[in-house]
């Protein structure tokens, strides 16, 4: 009787142990890439992308807004497309850093199932707008891709916020100590 529960008490710890939770790279070695804002509010989409080139431009970035290729209402298979792809390249640029709003007032764990291509990820759906009223923190997604496919992802959680202007200024805030981790190298 005691092998057989000593066997199975084996078998459970091996199990469990045995199964790997899937490691998502953090994004690193960012220099020149295409910013995409995936918020479905058009002036959320620009007001993002707007701010945040203006400030990883200050920090040594070369960006490329979506907005300068894809303009608000058009299809996201724009920004996927071969055609765009090698624009891009001529310009030295084959990365796409895609950001989103995760969620409000809460803790987040990072997502378990990222899209594997750039298309998939321009394709999914987004729920959430830049801010709400009565929110006091909001979390960031961003992804990033390179050559189309999947590459790195991170969250930022914004707190403190009261105005959809604070959300900016405190999303500065944070950038600018995670844009030194972003632009190391592996």
Request: proline share 4%; aromatic share 10%; net charge positive.
């Given at each position: 009787?005691?092998?057989?529960?000593?066997?199975?008490?084996?078998?459970?710890?091996?199990?469990?142990?045995?199964?790997?939770?899937?490691?998502?790279?953090?994004?690193?070695?960012?220099?020149?890439?295409?910013?995409?804002?995936?918020?479905?509010?058009?002036?959320?989409?620009?007001?993002?992308?707007?701010?945040?080139?203006?400030?990883?431009?200050?920090?040594?970035?070369?960006?490329?807004?979506?907005?300068?290729?894809?303009?608000?209402?058009?299809?996201?298979?724009?920004?996927?497309?071969?055609?765009?792809?090698?624009?891009?390249?001529?310009?030295?640029?084959?990365?796409?850093?895609?950001?989103?709003?995760?969620?409000?007032?809460?803790?987040?764990?990072?997502?378990?199932?990222?899209?594997?291509?750039?298309?998939?990820?321009?394709?999914?759906?987004?729920?959430?707008?830049?801010?709400?009223?009565?929110?006091?923190?909001?979390?960031?997604?961003?992804?990033?891709?390179?050559?189309?496919?999947?590459?790195?992802?991170?969250?930022?959680?914004?707190?403190?916020?009261?105005?959809?202007?604070?959300?900016?200024?405190?999303?500065?805030?944070?950038l600018e100590g995670i844009s030194?981790?972003?632009?190391?190298?592996?």
């Open positions: 009787m005691k092998t057989i529960i000593l066997s199975f008490l084996l078998l459970a710890t091996s199990l469990s142990f045995g199964q790997k939770k899937a490691v998502i790279p953090p994004i690193r070695n960012l220099r020149n890439f295409m910013l995409v804002g995936k918020i479905d509010k058009p002036d959320d989409r620009y007001a993002i992308e707007v701010n945040l080139t203006r400030y990883l431009t200050q920090f040594g970035f070369k960006i490329l807004p979506s907005l300068n290729y894809s303009k608000v209402g058009n299809s996201s298979e724009i920004l996927a497309s071969d055609s765009l792809a090698e624009i891009l390249k001529a310009k030295g640029v084959n990365k796409q850093l895609l950001v989103s709003v995760r969620g409000y007032d809460k803790k987040f764990q990072p997502a378990s199932k990222l899209p594997e291509t750039l298309k998939e990820a321009l394709d999914q759906g987004h729920l959430f707008p830049l801010w709400q009223d009565q929110v006091t923190s909001v979390t960031f997604e961003f992804s990033l891709y390179v050559d189309g496919k999947f590459a790195g992802y991170e969250m930022v959680r914004v707190s403190g916020i009261s105005t959809r202007q604070s959300v900016f200024t405190k999303l500065e805030a944070k030194r981790k972003w632009a190391m190298t592996k």
